[in-house]
């Protein structure tokens, strides 16, 4: 098969479209033909040399495909050659093949071609399983998303709005600000402002009391102040650095809770691994989809021999939603 290679530690020219042996299934594993995958920040930092896979993971960037099952593992049930699906992968995305565990997979949602669906996964499992299990985001509590024009950002927004929360949202330029509000933003907020001025004249001063960031430490203190009482930060990016002080004091009075996930290294098995997330995601947002509440956001669509092209993109700024990477062109997206 054909995968991409990450050359060396670099820009996005390390990226080659090389021959690679073809995967096999393992116990519990199934091997999918891909279709189509998409580009995600921490495939930019993997080819930058800063995020490298888990142990055991595809070297191959790419941590979402969508496509069909070709081949399935000892012991794998519910799941038959050819059926149409899309996963959540720890690596291994950007080929024509990859193995995955067969509780991390997917079928395709209701009303989303199966090209689209490539894009889907990984925003899915890191949005629900951030919202709603870590930040436990309830009904008529209020959101704020950073970064609301990017892939997480603009699925983060209408997965909000269907759990019936007030959502503001952060971008950069007015563009971006109105694909937030056109997204159902309540609320769009320059991030180029003062956060808690901003988020205190959204809320009459109360404070949000959800804030999903990517940002880390350059926004830590802002985040802090713009919490309302009881107010759960939870951070998924460090964008803007993975150091600063806190003051511990600030947060004592206000009850406020911070917490911190990745997606891509944790475990399959268990009440936290990516099993449960997947099964949570499907049970809980696939129904969104379907009901067309929620729905792919997609900048371009990128052949995946030239994701060296999708990453400069992403690099230069200006993409609104996802830039999924074709690998089998079945329904003309690159003809347009």
């Keep these: 098969m054909y995968a991409i290679s990450i050359r060396e530690p670099g820009g996005p020219d390390v990226l080659e479209w090389v021959e690679h042996p073809d995967p096999e ?136 709005k269907a759990m019936g929360a007030r959502v503001l949202a952060t971008a950069g330029s007015p563009e971006r600000l109105q694909t937030c509000l056109d997204l159902g933003a309540d609320v ?21 009391d959800v804030i999903l960031d990517n940002m880390g430490a350059s926004m830590l203190a802002a985040n802090l102040k713009a919490l309302a009482v009881g107010g759960r930060l939870v951070i998924i990016g460090l964008m803007g650095g993975a150091k600063t002080e806190i003051n511990l004091a600030s947060m004592l009075g206000r009850r406020l809770s911070i917490g911190a996930t990745t997606l891509r290294g944790r475990e399959v098995e268990g009440p936290d691994g990516k099993g449960a997330i997947v099964a949570a995601t499907r049970e809980d947002v696939w129904p969104l989809i379907g009901q067309g509440r929620v729905r792919p956001v997609i900048h371009q669509y990128v052949p995946v021999a030239e994701a060296s092209r999708a990453h400069a993109a992403l690099d230069e700024g200006g993409v609104v939603g996802k830039l999924v990477l074709v690998v089998r062109d079945e329904d003309g997206v690159l003809d347009g």
């Design 25 to 160: 299934p393992g116990p519990g594993e199934v091997v999918i033909d891909v279709v189509a995958s998409a580009v995600n920040r921490a495939d930019v930092m993997q080819r930058q040399g800063n995020y490298p896979p888990p142990p055991g993971a595809s070297e191959v960037p790419g941590l979402e495909c969508s496509g069909r099952i070709a081949a399935l593992g000892a012991g794998v049930t519910g799941w038959s050659v050819g059926d149409e699906v899309c996963a959540l992968l720890a690596g291994g995305g950007y080929a024509e093949k990859v193995a995955v565990p067969a509780a991390q997979l997917l079928p395709v949602p209701d009303g989303v071609s199966l090209v689209d669906a490539g894009g889907l996964p990984e925003v899915a499992c890191t949005v629900w399983s951030n919202l709603a299990m870590t930040g436990h985001l309830r009904e008529g509590e209020t959101l704020l998303v950073h970064g609301g024009s990017g892939g997480i950002g603009t699925h983060a927004i209408q997965i909000g």
């Design 188 to 208: 769009a907020i320059d991030y180029h402002d003062d956060l808690p001025t901003e988020v205190g004249s959204a809320t009459d001063d109360r404070g949000v």
